[in-house]
């Protein structure tokens, strides 16, 4: 006979095993051993009187029978969520917004923050969307911001995410360098450069594949991996001894020994999304959808100026152009 009194602890399991289809890497998202993972597994088989998974030495399946009952456990676990957190305050939002500096993120947490004072969101700085939603699909992390359609698919299928804005990507110069005395840079001019999009660091894999996209055809090299800099005086300093422009965005943060300059002919445009975890609730990030739609829609971000480029991933989908 089934037992109807299935604990939300068991189905928390089964669904983080059904969405990594990997035991080791699902107890790691719980912070459990592997060991009472596959016991809880069992538990709730016993339970259901139903097998949910093929196991082998090389691959986990889910049963007819588990892709039954995955959504419905999605269900449970979202109701159980919702009707703790009706009767406990909300706990803090943790909001990536990549960099401590002037960012689209951040002015849409700064509205949000505006609609919403009863809500603690606080800021951490991950340094890349590719991390960030790691950390956000783990449930270390709430929310994050980038370029959600160059994250690897099996990330993006555990994650939502809204576009946001359409940012205009610009260059950063050395002082001295030759493009530095023009007011904006057109792309055809970086023919020859070497120029840094991020290469080797696993926290920023989206932007490095943004970057090689756009460099492609244009006679444009993508600068090898280099240690990260951190701290504007280590950027400093990695920028004399490099000599190499760094691709950014337009509201990039000023770097002492640079000149940000914007591209041009075409304009380039990093599509930007607010990312965060499917089923997730909170007050505070229905405030930042609010924020996002409102600033959306009086600033004009997601308006795209004629001739510009886009990635592929935007210009083939849906509503692309």
């Known amino acids: 006979m089934i037992s109807r009194d299935v604990e939300p602890r068991l189905l928390r399991g089964f ?4 969405e990594e289809l990997h035991f080791t890497r699902a107890a790691a998202r719980l912070f459990l051993a592997q060991q009472a993972l596959s016991r809880d597994i069992r ?10 998974f093929v196991r082998t030495t090389r691959a986990v399946e889910l049963t007819a029978d588990g892709e039954r009952l995955l959504p419905l456990a999605r269900r449970v676990l979202a109701a159980h969520e919702e ?3 009706a009767f406990t305050a909300p706990r803090a939002l943790l909001v990536d917004l990549n960099t401590d500096g002037p960012s689209t993120g951040r002015r849409v ?3 949000a923050r505006e609609l919403a004072p009863g809500q603690e969101l606080m800021a951490r700085f991950e340094s890349g969307l590719t991390h960030a939603a790691a950390e956000i699909a783990a449930g270390r992390l709430d929310v994050s911001f980038g370029y959600a359609q160059g994250l690897d698919p099996a990330l993006r299928a555990k994650l939502a995410h809204r576009p946001v804005r359409y940012e ?5 110069l050395p002082e001295g360098h030759a493009l530095s005395a023009l007011e904006a840079v057109p792309l055809d001019a970086l023919a020859g450069e070497t120029v840094y999009g991020g290469a080797g660091n ?3 894999l989206e932007w490095t594949g943004l970057a090689r996209e756009l460099f492609a055809g244009r006679g444009i090299a993508l600068a090898p991996p280099a240690p990260v ?14 000599r190499n422009p760094v691709l950014v965005t337009v509201d990039f943060l000023d770097m002492p020994g640079c000149v940000k300059r914007p591209l041009t002919d075409p304009v380039p445009l990093s599509p930007l999304s607010m990312v965060w975890r499917k089923g997730f609730g909170h007050p505070g990030l229905d405030a ?29 989908g849906p509503g692309g152009g």
Not at 15 to 18: H, K
Not at 289 to 316: F, I, K, N
């Open 15 to 18: 669904v983080a095993a059904a």
């Open 43 to 52: 538990r709730l088989e016993q339970a259901l009187g139903a097998a949910l």
């Open 83 to 85: 009707m703790a957190t």
């Open 109 to 111: 947490l700064e509205r």
């Open 168 to 172: 205009p990507l610009a260059v950063l």
């Open 202 to 204: 696993p926290r920023t």
């Open 229 to 242: 800099a951190v701290g504007k005086e280590e950027f400093r300093r990695v920028m004399a001894k490099t």
């Open 288 to 316: 930042l959808h609010e924020a996002a739609a409102g600033l959306t829609a009086e600033c004009g971000w997601l308006d795209v100026p004629p001739g510009s480029w886009r990635p592929a991933a935007l210009t083939r």
